[in-house]
């Protein structure tokens, strides 16, 4: 039986220390970070980190992120290359970065996919560090859902997903970002974003003129094993199927218009996201408003649940606006292009 903790008000120490010992034992604890909630296992523990693929159905080429809670746990985990890890961290830690580094023997092949690098990050999120600094190990830790289905963001979502699979269920309520966390590689001589995230690309150029993003993010043509989490396998996808119409504010609108009568006449339940701007366009008891389209962090962060009511609501074909955004948007827009399968309609 999965046992849940209530964390939303405040934490209970008593509580939280028998979450921990559970973690050092080799169980399973989902836990809230300010991204996501994360389902952790001893990263040190080959066989506690085998519980994740297996309650996730997650694929063993899928590398998992290390929680830690302090700068000696990064050091025990993984080789320090040069003076940029310690500068981003310095400005971006505790937060929703993830650095892939050379990873030290300590942490078994199964957390990095046989690679010889891993994702370390150090949460924001108070129960997530108080959590880990009990635990005294890392804490290996992906999404608390079924793979490929939308990220939880709220404890109910990953009680839907994985309740009686886990351990333990930290309730800490609503994470304040929603999106992942970015993830950056400086295993190598060039600075690569591998994931698009809760950090920005702006901000991450501020600190690192020369970063760049792998291309690749955003055309879903990862074949190799994949650095990072998110980059291979499609992800955050609901029920329905989903279509993305992309262009200009009054050409989306006619199109999606187009596209909903023409399944509706079919005979199909269609649902509608779109945003704070656009939806008096729209008629339909299937709407969902994402957010402003002029506030890309109230979008993130409503994404996920988003599709997880269309998913409750049971429609069909789920169709969703996108226009030309600025690079704080592509985070938002990788998520939407995997929910999607990539299936795409540009209008000019």
Same mark, same amino acid.
């Given at each position: 039986?999965?046992?849940?903790?209530?964390?939303?008000?405040?934490?209970?120490?008593?509580?939280?220390?028998?979450?921990?010992?559970?973690?050092?034992?080799?169980?399973?604890?989902?836990?809230?970070?300010?991204?996501?909630?994360?389902?952790?296992?001893?990263?040190?523990?080959?066989?506690?980190?085998?519980?994740?693929?297996?309650?996730?159905?997650?694929?063993?080429?899928?590398?998992?992120?290390?929680?830690?809670?302090?700068?000696?746990?990064?050091?025990?985990?993984?080789?320090?290359?040069?003076?940029?890890?310690?500068?981003?961290?310095?400005?971006?830690?505790?937060?929703?970065?993830?650095?892939?580094?050379?990873?030290?023997?300590?942490?078994?092949?199964?957390?990095?996919?046989?690679?010889?690098?891993?994702?370390?990050?150090?949460?924001?999120?108070?129960?997530?560090?108080?959590?880990?600094?009990?635990?005294?190990?890392?804490?290996?830790?992906?999404?608390?859902?079924? +793979?490929?289905?939308?990220?939880?963001?709220?404890?109910?979502?990953?009680?839907?997903?994985?309740?009686?699979?886990?351990?333990?269920?930290?309730?800490?309520?609503?994470?304040?970002?929603?999106?992942?966390?970015?993830?950056?590689?400086?295993?190598?001589?060039?600075?690569?974003?591998?994931?698009?995230?809760?950090?920005?690309?702006?901000?991450?150029?501020?600190?690192?003129?020369?970063?760049?993003?792998?291309?690749?993010?955003?055309?879903?043509?990862?074949?190799?094993?994949?650095?990072?989490?998110?980059?291979?396998?499609?992800?955050?996808?609901?029920?329905?199927?989903?279509?993305?119409?992309?262009?200009?504010?009054?050409?989306?609108?006619?199109?999606?218009?187009?596209?909903?009568?023409?399944?509706?006449?079919?005979?199909?339940?269609?649902?509608?996201?779109?945003?704070?701007?656009?939806?008096?366009?729209?008629?339909?008891?299937?709407?969902?408003?994402?957010?402003?389209?002029?506030?890309?962090?109230?979008?993130?962060?409503?994404?996920?649940?988003?599709?997880?009511?269309?998913?409750?609501?049971?429609?069909?074909?789920?169709?969703?606006?996108?226009?030309?955004?600025?690079?704080?948007?592509?985070?938002?827009?990788?998520?939407?292009?995997?929910? +999607?399968?990539?299936?795409?309609?540009?209008?000019?």
């Amino acid at each position: 039986m999965t046992m849940i903790i209530d964390a939303k008000e405040k934490i209970d120490y008593n509580e939280l220390s028998k979450a921990a010992q559970i973690l050092r034992d080799g169980g399973l604890v989902a836990f809230p970070t300010e991204t996501v909630y994360g389902l952790g296992a001893n990263a040190l523990l080959r066989e506690a980190v085998d519980k994740i693929f297996v309650a996730k159905g997650r694929p063993q080429d899928n590398p998992l992120i290390v929680h830690i809670s302090s700068i000696e746990m990064l050091e025990m985990c993984a080789e320090i290359p040069d003076k940029r890890v310690y500068k981003l961290i310095e400005r971006l830690w505790p937060g929703p970065l993830t650095i892939v580094l050379p990873k030290k023997e300590c942490i078994p092949d199964n957390v990095t996919a046989g690679l010889d690098t891993v994702g370390i990050r150090m949460p924001s999120n108070k129960i997530a560090l108080e959590l880990i600094k009990l635990a005294g190990v890392p804490v290996a830790a992906p999404s608390a859902n079924v +793979s490929g289905k939308p990220s939880p963001t709220e404890a109910q979502h990953v009680i839907e997903d994985l309740f009686g699979k886990v351990d333990v269920i930290i309730d800490g309520g609503k994470c304040s970002f929603g999106l992942e966390s970015t993830v950056i590689d400086l295993s190598t001589s060039k600075p690569y974003i591998l994931r698009l995230g809760a950090v920005p690309f702006s901000i991450l150029k501020e600190i690192l003129e020369d970063i760049e993003y792998d291309p690749s993010i955003l055309a879903g043509n990862i074949l190799s094993v994949p650095k990072a989490p998110g980059m291979k396998y499609k992800h955050y996808a609901p029920d329905a199927k989903m279509i993305v119409v992309k262009g200009k504010i009054h050409k989306r609108i006619e199109k999606m218009k187009e596209i909903k009568k023409d399944l509706e006449t079919n005979g199909h339940k269609v649902g509608i996201l779109c945003f704070y701007e656009t939806a008096q366009n729209f008629e339909s008891q299937y709407k969902i408003i994402l957010g402003s389209m002029f506030d890309y962090k109230e979008c993130g962060k409503n994404l996920f649940s988003a599709l997880r009511r269309f998913n409750h609501l049971g429609v069909d074909y789920i169709i969703c606006e996108w226009g030309e955004f600025g690079i704080e948007y592509l985070a938002l827009e990788n998520r939407l292009l995997k929910a +999607s399968a990539y299936n795409v309609i540009e209008v000019l």
